[in-house]
């Protein structure tokens, strides 16, 4: 946590030190964002995840594990928005691809149980709420998210080989932002945002129980940063 909050800090700072440094412009076309705007843009980030793993035989709980990962990524969104006197209001969605596999291993004594997960990518759809300062804008955010969860199992007898499956999982999404204004169309923004994606159910080693099942929670935090474009 100490590294995300350093990270969140960092990013403020950075897209902040133009108010400080420098003259802020006179130029109307330069003085706050868009009133009113299609809006598209890239953005790219670090994400670090954790899965919370519960291993069940029919609906007996047997063992728990939590595996955890981080990967950089890279995506698009697009949205629209609208500007009330200071107030911005929007509506975004965003793809971002980019994964790395977390792993985590059980022994019971007589058998070592691997547990492997992994997301590919993430979608969100979200609302946005801010305030212009002028090239400055903060906002918060908040809506649904989904992602890909890929699964792994195996055991060590040999009675499994392994497990894959792919099952998506949905949540919900919250977080907060910067934007500075670069010119009349162009605006970069950084930003912080938690992610909690649901509950889903695996398939797990065959040979460990008939009916043998094993629950998923993966949550995420991440950092990102990036350039809009917007349509006026």
């Not at 069940?56 to 990962?69: D, F, G, H, K, N």
């Not at 006197?85 to 291993?105: I, N, P, R, S």
């Not at 979200?126 to 699964?151: E, S």
């Not at 009349?184 to 695996?202: L, M």
Request: proline share 2%; with cysteine.
């Amino acid at each position: 946590m100490a590294l995300i909050r350093f990270a969140l800090a960092a990013q403020l700072v950075v897209l902040s030190f133009p108010c400080f440094g420098a003259d802020r412009p006179t130029n109307s076309a330069t003085r706050g964002l868009a009133p009113s705007a299609f809006y598209i843009g890239i953005q790219g980030g670090m994400a670090w995840a954790q899965d919370k793993m519960q291993q069940y035989s029919q609906i007996v709980p047997l063992w728990r594990l939590e595996m955890s990962s981080n990967a950089a990524f890279g995506g698009l969104h697009v949205g629209y928005q609208r500007k009330f006197d200071q107030v911005l209001v929007a509506l975004e969605a965003d793809y971002d691809h980019g994964g790395k596999q977390g792993k985590a291993v059980y022994n019971d004594g007589t058998t070592t149980f691997t547990r492997i997960y992994q997301m590919d990518y993430r979608s969100t759809l979200r609302a946005k709420l801010g305030y212009d300062f002028g090239p400055l804008a903060v906002y918060a955010t908040g809506g649904g998210a989904m992602t890909n969860l890929k699964t792994d199992g195996l055991a060590s007898t040999g009675l499994a080989e392994s497990q894959r499956q792919a099952n998506f999982g949905f949540g919900a999404t919250l977080g907060a932002g910067v934007v500075y204004k670069l010119s009349r169309n162009w605006a970069a923004f950084s930003e912080y945002r938690y992610a909690d994606f649901g509950q889903s159910a695996a398939r797990s080693d065959a040979g460990l129980a008939a009916g043998a099942k094993a629950s998923h929670r993966v949550t995420e935090t991440s950092v990102r940063a990036g350039a809009t474009y917007y349509f006026h």
